[in-house]
């Protein structure tokens, strides 16, 4: 038989390199047929004297062998975890993420829309196809009104009826079609108009329009909530200047200038050399518009405005070529990523 110190250097030099290896030394050291069960065994064969001495040995042993099991255990399992999960060298510098930015126009759409729903109106959104009804009959238009024409209006083949909206007034009808007053809402959205494609002009552009009726609304009221509006996009020094208009829908109606904000109002390219560019167009609700859409016009008035997105943009961002917000040029868009939110 072997020496207890023959065993315990065995135990010592024994290599594990794999789970092969593992169950080896199990089996030689740890199973009830080792030779460390063999020395137990032995104990009851000896003199009773030294039995307790060469049992604790024995216990010595077993218990360094089952040391060495559980350690050998640990290293091959660690071992193999690492095969399976891919642990990057996390002292290399970590890779360049592209953050994209938000489109200029939607910068702009949000910050209009945030300022009106600051001050208690709420968006709402529609159809892009509409029928003659919303966009042109209930506000007004008469028949021969020249924006019916072929030359501003998308109409849908064979369905002169169905037509791309040309302005979101569409959505104010469809609101007061749908609730009495107080109505309070802005109208962001697509619109279509069919204009040759210039620096200046385009074919799609985005609008945010606006609606108020409510008992006794003002021609004041407007003002004074279309100047709040100005001064929260373009600065508490900017000027608004109100001029006579037509619009259909509204009377009196109104063109809205803002103090040009690159020359100061002192007169430069932007503003034609006048120091004021016009930002909206506005006025008091059309009678005959409330009465269409269901709202009794001798208790409510109300006032409209609509503006256009894409001059609004040109403005604060100082560019002067529309057909660049819809071009899609990364070069362009990503001059944004500061205004990004
Ligand atoms: N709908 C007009 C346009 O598209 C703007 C407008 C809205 C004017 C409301 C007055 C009142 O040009």
Not at 95 to 109: A, E, K, L, N, Y
Not at 155 to 179: G, N, Y
Not at 213 to 240: C, H, P, W
Not at 263 to 283: D, F, S, Y
């Amino acid at each position: 038989m072997k020496s207890i110190d023959e065993i315990r250097a065995e135990i010592e030099s024994f290599q594990v390199e794999n789970a092969e290896n593992l169950e080896q030394f199990r089996l030689q050291f740890l199973s009830k047929k080792s030779e460390i069960q063999a020395l137990f065994g032995e104990i009851k064969n000896m003199a009773q004297e030294s039995r307790k001495e060469f049992g604790q040995l024995v216990n010595d042993l077993r218990d360094l062998a089952q040391n060495h099991y559980n350690e050998f255990k640990a290293t091959i399992e660690a071992a193999s975890d690492r095969k399976t999960t891919l642990i990057p060298d996390i002292t290399r510098p970590a890779s360049r993420q592209t953050v994209g930015s938000m489109h200029p126009i939607s910068i702009m759409m949000g910050e209009v829309r945030r300022i009106f729903e600051d001050i208690g109106f709420s968006a709402v959104e529609g159809p892009d196809i509409e029928d003659d009804w919303h966009v042109f009959t209930a506000l007004n238009f008469a028949e021969e009104h020249p924006a019916r024409d072929m030359q501003d209006t998308f109409f849908i083949e064979l369905h002169p009826d169905v037509l791309l909206r040309t302005h979101t007034s569409s959505l104010q009808v469809r609101t007061m079609e749908k609730q009495q007053p107080p109505i309070r809402v802005i109208c962001p959205g697509r619109v279509f108009r069919n204009e040759a494609i210039t620096s200046r002009a385009h074919c799609i552009f985005h609008q945010v329009e606006g609606l108020y009726v409510a008992e006794n609304v003002s021609f004041a009221d407007m003002k004074q909530t279309l100047l709040y509006f100005a001064q929260r996009m373009f600065g508490d020094e900017v000027r608004i200047r109100l001029r006579p208009s037509y619009f259909p829908f509204t009377e009196p109606s109104a063109e809205m200038d803002v103090s040009c904000n690159i020359c100061g109002g002192a007169g430069c390219n932007l503003c034609k050399h006048t120091g004021w560019v016009e930002i909206l167009g506005c006025g008091m609700v059309d009678p005959n518009v409330l009465e269409n859409c269901g709202i009794d016009s001798t208790k409510y008035s109300g006032f409209a405005f609509g503006l256009g997105i894409e001059r609004m943009t040109m403005l604060k961002y100082r560019t002067n070529d529309i057909r660049l917000y819809f071009e899609n040029d990364v070069r362009f868009l990503q001059q944004f990523k500061a205004a990004t939110k």
